[in-house]
Structures are given as structure tokens and as C-alpha cells.
């Protein structure tokens, strides 16, 4: 069973500070990852994805990705009120027929931003 | 352009009743899925699509069934509801499978009393 595990939070972090969320993965050959974004009652929106060891930076979001470690990160500078949602990491893996189809999801983190 | 759209957006089911939830989606997507979302819980996959006439098992899939006659068409069917398929049901689409981006519908809550 490839899990995907993410500390379920609540995070709470003050507005203009820097949210850090964490994703440990156990597939070792997992090649895509994911992070989501999901507001309470509305589906799933993607923030960033990754495919490389190292940073990729998009706006105020980073992703950082271990292949070695396997965990993946996404940093989330100068936190606004408006990315209070939950946070959803996704990784797909290769090595069995159809896994290169489907992605793992964590089961998210809540991050709160405080004014 | 709407992407992936649902039907019912809202159900209630007696235990035992029957229903299919509806999927469209006009991306020209091969692959598409199914997942149920449980209360503070991530998603989980019951089935999905590799192209019109490809189905296969996900992690959930006992109780459900699925059909791919179309490519834009991936209808959920639940034969005879029971009170553990209360959840929220997403639809969703890609263009390469797992590599790529997936695009999700609104999302039916179902509700099995």
C-alpha cells in the first residue's frame, strides 16, 4: 500500500509569516508530485507541481522536493487570510501497470492564517 | 469551456435505493476518475479511466460500478446505497494520467439514511 502522510494540522501561522507544510511519501520510485488546494466545501485546485529534486517556485509558493528523503514540502510566503484552506499533497508512481494513471493523496493539512 | 461538471450537486438515498452520478467533462481528457472525500479525510480513488472503454479498480471500489462509453462521459453508479457510502463524491480529469494536472468537478454530496 503506497502511502502518502501529512500532519493533519490545524497550522496556524500570523498573517505575512511563512507557512511551511510538510509530505512524506513511501513509493521510492514516485516520479510526479502534487500540492493542492482545498477551501471548505469546494473541490480540490492545483497549486504547484514538482518532478525534480530541488525548488520550483511559483508567486508566493514554493514546492521542495527530497527524492532521497522522499518528503516534499510547499512554503507559502507572506500568508494572506485567504489561504486558510486545507492543503492536499498528491503523488503518482511508476512500476506497476496503471500506477503512472492514478495519484496518492494525503489527508491533507489545515492551515489558519491570523490577522 | 466548463471543465468538469457533476450531477446531483445534493442527494439523500434510503438504504438500499440505486443512483448514478454524472460526469462530463469537455477537455478532450483520456484519463478520469472517481474519488469519495469522508469528513476531514483526503481522497480516496474508487475507480478510474484510461480512455472510452478502459475502467479499472481503485483503492474503494466495492459498491460502486462505472461505465466508459464516451470520452467525455464517466457516470458512478452505487447499487443498493448503505449508510458507509455517505460522502462527498468528486469527478475528475486529466490529460496524461498521473503526471499531469487533475481537474476536478464541484463534487456531489450524497447523503444515505
Known amino acids: 500500500q503506497k502511502e502518502v502522510e501529512q500532519n493533519s494540522g490545524p497550522l496556524s501561522v500570523p498573517e505575512g509569516a511563512i507557512a511551511s507544510l510538510n509530505c512524506t511519501y513511501s513509493?521510492?520510485?514516485?516520479?510526479?508530485f502534487f500540492w493542492y488546494r482545498q477551501y471548505s466545501g469546494k473541490s480540490p485546485e492545483l497549486i504547484m507541481s514538482?518532478?525534480?529534486?530541488g525548488d520550483k517556485e511559483d508567486g508566493r509558493f514554493t514546492a521542495q522536493l527530497n527524492k532521497a528523503s522522499q518528503y516534499v514540502s510547499l512554503l507559502i510566503r507572506d500568508s494572506q487570510p485567504s489561504d486558510s484552506a486545507t492543503y492536499l499533497c498528491?503523488?503518482?508512481?511508476?512500476?506497476?501497470?496503471?500506477?503512472?494513471?492514478?495519484?496518492?493523496f494525503g489527508t491533507g493539512t489545515r492551515l489558519q492564517v491570523t490577522l | 469551456n466548463a471543465g468538469v461538471t457533476q450531477t446531483p450537486k445534493f442527494r439523500i438515498l434510503k438504504i438500499g435505493q440505486s443512483m448514478t452520478l454524472q460526469c462530463t467533462q469537455d477537455?478532450?481528457?483520456?484519463?478520469m476518475y472517481w474519488y469519495r472525500q469522508d469528513p476531514g479525510m483526503g481522497l480516496k480513488l474508487i475507480y478510474y479511466?484510461?480512455?472510452?472503454?478502459?475502467?479499472d479498480k481503485g483503492e474503494v471500489p466495492n459498491g460502486y460500478n462505472v461505465s466508459r462509453s464516451t470520452t467525455e462521459d464517466f457516470p458512478l453508479r452505487l447499487e443498493l446505497a448503505a449508510p458507509s457510502q455517505t460522502s462527498v463524491y468528486f469527478c475528475?480529469?486529466?490529460?496524461?494520467?498521473?503526471?499531469?494536472?487533475?481537474?476536478f468537478g464541484p463534487g456531489t454530496r450524497l447523503t444515505v439514511l
Open positions: 498528491a503523488v503518482n508512481g511508476v512500476g506497476e501497470t496503471g500506477t503512472a494513471s492514478k495519484l496518492t
Open positions: 479511466s484510461v480512455g472510452a472503454g478502459i475502467t
Open positions: 513509493d521510492r520510485g514516485s516520479q510526479s
Open positions: 477537455m478532450n481528457h483520456n484519463y
Open positions: 514538482i518532478y525534480s529534486n
Open positions: 475528475a480529469s486529466s490529460y496524461r494520467g498521473g503526471r499531469d494536472t487533475q481537474y
